[in-house]
């Protein structure tokens, strides 16, 4: 019931994401994909239910990193930029998740901001959020 209820509300924000300057939807599109995606899986898991076992617990700890994280990924990019901040956040994931290969890390915090600035920025026309206090955009040029 939590999913559903969760990807109403998110499908209800997806809808009010302005159009983009063509009117095709643009930014739109990938919240709203998301957003059914969760009522469907809800309504997946509320007719496969089953009765619940106890939970395991060892996974809270990252959970929590998780959150953390995600909390201070969201306030630096209003910060640093974007870029910036998707280049510290990416390889802390994976360290969370369990990646503990140097050289995977370091390609994540290369490839992850590049190849997300490419899919939203360059071909889905979304604008990059800038950072106030720094952007790596204006280093580096482009948008």
């Known amino acids: 019931m939590a999913l559903?209820?969760?990807g109403i509300g998110a499908t209800v924000t997806s809808m009010g994401i302005g159009l983009d300057q063509y009117g095709r939807?643009?930014?739109r599109f990938f919240p709203l994909a998301g957003s059914i995606s969760l009522i469907l899986l809800g309504i997946a898991e509320l007719y496969g239910a089953r009765p619940s076992q106890p939970s395991d617990r060892?996974?809270?700890p990252a959970i929590l990193a998780l959150l953390l994280l995600s909390v201070a990924y969201v306030w630096s990019i209003s910060a640093v930029?974007?870029?910036f901040s998707t280049a510290l956040a990416a390889p802390l994931v994976l360290y969370i998740f369990g990646v503990r290969?140097?050289?995977g890390l370091c390609a994540a915090a290369v490839l992850c901001?590049?190849?997300?600035?490419?899919?939203?920025?360059?071909a889905l026309g979304v604008?990059?959020?800038?950072g106030r206090w720094f952007d790596l955009l204006d280093v580096l040029g482009g948008y």
């Open 58 to 60: 060892k996974h809270l």
């Open 25 to 27: 939807w643009g930014a």
């Open 113 to 122: 901001p590049a190849i997300y600035h490419a899919v939203f920025f360059v």
């Open 101 to 103: 290969n140097r050289i």
């Open 81 to 83: 930029g974007y870029l």
């Open 127 to 130: 604008f990059p959020p800038f």
């Open 4 to 6: 559903i209820a969760i």
